[in-house]
């Protein structure tokens, strides 16, 4: 796309290895009957190609020239459709009637933490998701603990590293490397569970430096509190970031039986500063 800046605004950085390209490809496993979405469509060298392999490509980029550039370039895919917003403020409710659904993008590395809290808010089925991302985001999202978003993932998904990419794969090359990352679905929990698990994590992360049994023994008292941890095979010396998926799962299963449904007052009654 001859006569084309990159605008610092967006963090453009536009992958142009085609072996990189191709590795995205065949992780995604396309077929005629998959939707495919992509974030970011950028130049289009991932959508050149879902356009030829999936039955439907559903695709979002933000900038202007670009959106008219990929628009003209690839005008001859009756499958292609493009939408020139923000990804981040779009109603994804829409994509509920399309299966199977995919997520294949190599994303704006500026937007990561928050798409990926959008898609696990959005109520989704996505039987696959590959996301380009920076490096040390992604070694994050290898764990299953250590942050709210990284055991949120871990929620839906199976997370797996395909493969480190360097900054020579890009133009322009970004300062620092990249992790494609594959998100296959794990365990089936539904939403309402998903963002009360959700609750109790970011409440106990908030003061993330505290042991969860202080955290919790304003609600219960010391006693109480340590026979939920206990029931829930939790060291009352664990601080939040130490908890993996299945801890968080069982933790918040013994909360529900003593609290009933959560309700955000209960908040209050856990002190949040100091």
């Known amino acids: 796309m001859a006569g084309f800046h990159p605008s610092p605004r967006w963090g453009q950085h536009f992958l142009v290895d085609q072996a990189v390209r191709d590795i995205i490809i065949d992780n995604a496993t396309i077929k005629k009957e998959d939707t495919v979405v992509e974030i970011g469509v950028g130049r289009g060298i991932l959508t050149e190609v879902l356009v030829q392999k999936a039955g439907r490509v559903i695709g979002w980029e933000i900038d202007q020239e670009l959106y008219r ?13 493009i939408y020139r917003e923000d990804f981040l403020s779009t109603d994804l409710s829409f994509l509920s009637s399309f ?14 933490s928050p798409l990926l809290s959008k898609l696990l808010e959005s109520g989704l089925n996505w039987d696959l998701v590959i996301l380009m991302v920076q490096r040390e985001f992604g070694e994050k999202i290898l764990q299953e603990k250590g942050s709210p978003l990284a055991v949120g993932v871990h929620l839906f ?5 395909i493969r480190e990419v360097s900054p020579g794969s890009f133009s322009p090359s970004p300062s620092v490397h990249s992790l494609i990352l594959r998100l296959t679905p794990s365990s089936p929990i539904d939403l309402s569970a998903y963002r009360e698990i959700m609750y109790w994590i970011r409440l106990l992360f908030s003061q993330r430096r505290k042991k969860i049994e202080k955290l919790l023994r304003p609600l219960w008292g010391k006693e109480k509190t340590q026979a939920i941890l206990a029931q829930a095979h939790i060291n009352p010396e664990w601080r939040a970031e130490d908890l993996v998926v299945k801890q968080w799962v069982a933790l918040v299963s013994q909360l529900r039986g003593e609290a009933g449904t959560i309700h955000q007052e209960d908040e209050r009654r856990i002190p949040l500063k100091g």
């Open 69 to 81: 550039l990929i628009q003209e370039k690839l005008k001859g895919y009756s499958n292609l459709t």
């Open 99 to 112: 299966s199977p659904i995919k997520l294949v993008s190599n994303i704006p590395y500026a937007i990561s």
């Open 157 to 161: 998904y199976k997370v797996e590293k």
